[in-house]
């Protein structure tokens, strides 16, 4: 049982070494929502290419593929929303990284995929 914690905390520092996050372009986005204000109801943000309402403050989201972190600001009607992209790897960056696909049941950011990078 020892040498096999032993054996396992050896091979999570060498993964650790060698292995490091990479940031592909487009993989996460921003945007914001000017007034936002709902016309039904005032102590709620609405996202008016959704349809969907928010109440004040944050909520997070994965539904419909999406990983995705949404604030609503009443005093100022506002909606900003962040989130992440899924991700694929063309043919010539398999051979540097892999995809270690998101928890979709956890709320942003651990949703979101992440590529890897194989290092030397």
Excluded: W
Excluded at 12 to 17: E, F, K, S, T
Excluded at 72 to 95: A, F, I, P, T, W
């Amino acid at each position: 049982m020892k040498l096999r914690l032993v054996f396992v905390l050896v091979l999570v520092g060498l993964i650790q070494r060698y292995v490091k996050a990479v940031d592909l372009p487009n993989h996460y986005y921003s945007r914001v929502v000017k007034n936002a204000r709902d016309p039904l109801l005032s102590n709620r943000c609405l996202d008016r290419h959704t349809k969907i309402m928010y109440r004040d403050g944050f909520t997070s989201m994965n539904e419909d593929g999406k990983c995705e972190m949404i604030y609503c600001d009443l005093e100022r009607y506002k909606l900003s929303v962040k989130g992440c992209n899924r991700v694929s790897l063309n043919y010539d960056m398999h051979q540097y990284c892999f995809i270690i696909k998101g928890e979709y049941n956890q709320p942003y950011p651990y949703c979101c995929d992440q590529v890897i990078h194989k290092g030397r």
